[in-house]
């Protein structure tokens, strides 16, 4: 449901902004309120699960995100609807941590990547379906359906969570939530994710960004320094001991501040840089799930031959290829070369999250794999509302200076494939074996 409703939305957003008047090129703020929002509650996904178990904090979560869909159908302005996402946020915040965590705590680490790699794929039938079904709402229906389509899919995933989902709970003492340091963190989240959505549609002064920048690092420097004193942190230092967690951390927070911004991209590109239907756009991004269910059934394989190290840091490099690449499409772009080109953008796609995500998490003790899963969930969330704030502006800046949009649309794609590409560097400094050390330690 979620990645259904992410993919269709942002296949709408040239409906909506038609529907609300307003530019399509500002529609970022109906994307980055709800990545803002998941961010900002994520860091206390593990916490609540840890209190409250799995299965009602899912529970939960399904029912938030069902009510902010139906208030996201009945928005009738920008605000409304920005306002509504926000509500959907804090539903959605929980629903991928809290499940991520329950796969955690039912197997054992050797099989992390075999089993997330596996348990995503249904999800893959949001991005399978959810561009050309947006296309043909848009087209035949209204943008408002796409969220009301949540609703008999949350009521039944409701119904379906309270007679399947196993409820673990942390079986030691509870501990006291680390109100100081999530104010801390929170303070970071707005203030640099504020800072990069200043261009964007209420511009802030350049003084006044730099301003909310460094206050939001500021805070993180805050944090840092608070989590190292503190008798329970929300995420403790302890954490960034684990070399691949480190690693997989900061190579995640990177890469995905040029990459994130993709889902967001590809629709407006198709749309309003290339002037194709919903419909049309719709088709031409299916390839782009196709390569992501054949991504997710390969990556274990390629991780064992080749290791995280060289597997990492040659994926992202391809990347940041593929990126490029999409700076070279226009009107005389041949459909099968766009077609072929979202093929492969989809399994080189898929491979790197997946690879992401299991260094990152492979490696963590059990007692810590809570607040890691959280503070993984919580990067995830950040670095794409960054990078959707980023792209939008460089599309407004680009369009404000008179630049034709397509043009504005290549120069986005070719500082996304710069950022991406330095997280290779980062990758380097991972471990060079694929299996886990638990497992080498019992051969």
Request: with cysteine.
């Amino acid at each position: 449901m979620q990645m259904l409703d992410a993919t269709i939305l942002n296949m709408a957003l040239p409906a909506i902004a038609e529907s609300l008047d307003i530019s399509p090129l500002r529609t970022h703020a109906v994307v980055i309120a709800y990545t803002l929002a998941a961010a900002m509650l994520i860091p206390a996904s593990g916490w609540l699960a840890d209190r409250f178990g799995t299965r009602p904090v899912f529970l939960w979560s399904l029912a938030v995100f069902t009510l902010g869909s139906l208030a996201c159908a009945f928005s009738s302005t920008l605000e409304m609807l920005v306002a509504a996402r926000v509500l959907q946020g804090v539903g959605g915040a929980l629903m991928i941590p809290v499940g991520r965590l329950s796969v955690l705590r039912a197997f054992p680490r050797e099989q992390l990547a075999k089993v997330l790699g596996f348990v995503i794929i249904p999800g893959l039938v949001g991005p399978l379906l959810g561009p050309t079904l947006g296309g043909l709402i848009v087209h035949y229906a209204s943008w408002r359906w796409i969220f009301l389509i949540n609703i008999p899919v949350g009521l039944l995933g409701m119904l379906l969570t309270r007679r399947c989902m196993p409820d673990y709970k942390d079986s030691g003492p509870p501990h006291r939530f680390d109100w100081p340091g999530y104010l801390l963190f929170i303070l970071f989240i707005l203030g640099v994710t504020l800072a990069l959505e200043g261009p964007g549609e209420y511009p802030l002064p350049r003084s006044l960004q730099a301003a909310l920048f460094l206050f939001g690092m500021i805070s993180l420097l805050g944090y840092g320094l608070y989590s190292r004193k503190a008798d329970d942190p929300l995420f403790s230092p302890a954490l960034f001991t684990t070399r691949s967690f480190s690693v997989g951390i900061i190579g995640n927070l990177v890469s995905r501040f040029g990459t994130g911004a993709m889902p967001f991209l590809t629709p407006l590109l198709l749309q309003v840089g290339l002037g194709y239907s919903p419909v049309k756009a719709g088709l031409l991004m299916f390839p782009l799930a196709i390569g992501a269910m054949l991504g997710k059934s390969v990556v274990n394989g390629l991780i064992n031959v080749m290791g995280y190290k060289w597997f990492l840091f040659t994926n992202t490099l391809l990347v940041s290829l593929i990126l490029a690449v999409y700076s070279l499409i226009d009107a005389a772009t041949p459909l099968a070369c766009i077609l072929a080109l979202f093929l492969v953008a989809g399994l080189i796609n898929s491979l790197q999250f997946t690879g992401m995500n299991t260094l990152t998490l492979v490696d963590l003790p059990d007692n810590r794999a809570g607040s890691g899963n959280s503070l993984l969930s919580s990067v995830m969330q950040l670095s794409m509302g960054m990078s959707v704030a980023l792209a939008a502006a460089i599309l407004n800046l680009s369009t404000s200076v008179g630049k034709p949009v397509l043009d504005s649309f290549h120069d986005a794609f070719l500082v996304l494939a710069a950022l991406n590409a330095l997280s290779s560097l980062v990758f380097l400094q991972a471990r060079s074996s694929g299996t886990h050390s638990r497992q080498q330690e019992s051969l």
